[in-house]
């Protein structure tokens, strides 16, 4: 069965600190899709990466960076210099590739703090 | 461009009553998902519509009922409510309903309140 583990339920720092949020997935599929998305206090769930299962190479996109570890089977987020912005939960996903739908598999969530 | 939009934004209802909530896909995209989060939870993947078919569901039972129209919008329907489907309720909508599994984007969701 497909699982996504968020294991830190609150994460609080101060603002400019780097922050990791860490995510652990199973599945027995060869080749699947990682996701992360943010969901601010507003409800709406704003997507952030896509990563296929192909491609191991690490990603950077301004202040955000992920690392993608199929050897462990995880796909942490980092947050560099963190801002009160990014104070939101946080989502990792998982979702199966080639099969009927694209339906996501997502884990408990990550609750960020982010303290001016 | 329009996003994902969904109506209404929150909604009390008693227990036994019945409901439906409304989505409309984001601007090219043919593919409807719901799914439900529970406070404090991470989002339920409930069922997909493609081309006005129910593609796969999740372990929801047969209460929750939907329906796709022929311009890609669509309808969650609940029965007899019980305080338990108190969520917020996500609409998401995609290109495809799958192969490649391109990003879902997200509505703002639908508060339920059963009471």
């Known amino acids: 069965a497909q699982k996504v583990t968020q294991v830190q339920t609150e994460i609080s720092v101060v603002e400019k600190e780097d922050v990791t949020l860490d995510c652990v997935y199973e599945?027995?599929?060869?080749?699947?899709?990682l996701f992360w998305y943010k969901q601010p206090p507003s409800g709406e769930l704003v997507f952030l990466i896509r990563?296929?299962?192909?491609?191991?190479q690490n990603e950077i996109s301004g202040r955000y960076s992920w690392n993608f570890q199929k050897s462990t089977s995880s796909f942490n987020f980092t947050i560099t210099a963190s801002q009160v912005v990014d104070s939101a939960v946080y989502f990792c996903?998982?979702?199966?590739?080639?099969?009927?739908?694209?339906?996501?598999?997502f884990g408990t969530g990550t609750l960020l703090a982010v303290q001016p | 461009d329009a996003g994902v939009t969904q109506s209404p934004t929150h909604l009390i209802k008693t227990r036994g009553q019945q409901v439906t909530l409304r989505c409309s896909p984001k601007?090219?995209?043919?593919?409807v998902s719901w799914y439900q989060q529970a406070l404090g939870q991470g989002p339920q993947f409930i069922f997909q519509?493609?081309?006005?078919?129910?593609?796969q569901r999740g372990n929801f039972p047969d209460r929750f009922s939907g329906h796709q129209f022929p311009n890609y919008s669509s309808e969650l329907n609940v029965n007899a409510l019980l305080l338990g489907d108190s969520a917020l309720y996500l609409c998401?909508?995609?290109?495809?309903?799958?192969?490649?599994?391109?990003?879902?984007?997200f509505g703002p969701g639908t508060r339920l309140t059963v009471t």
């Open positions: 519509y493609y081309e006005e078919e129910e593609r």
């Open positions: 998401a909508s995609s290109l495809g309903a799958g192969g490649i599994s391109y990003e879902q984007y």
């Open positions: 990563r296929n299962s192909f491609d191991e």
């Open positions: 996903a998982l979702s199966d590739y080639g099969g009927a739908t694209n339906k996501l598999i």
């Open positions: 599945t027995r599929d060869t080749t699947y899709y």
């Open positions: 601007s090219g995209h043919d593919t």
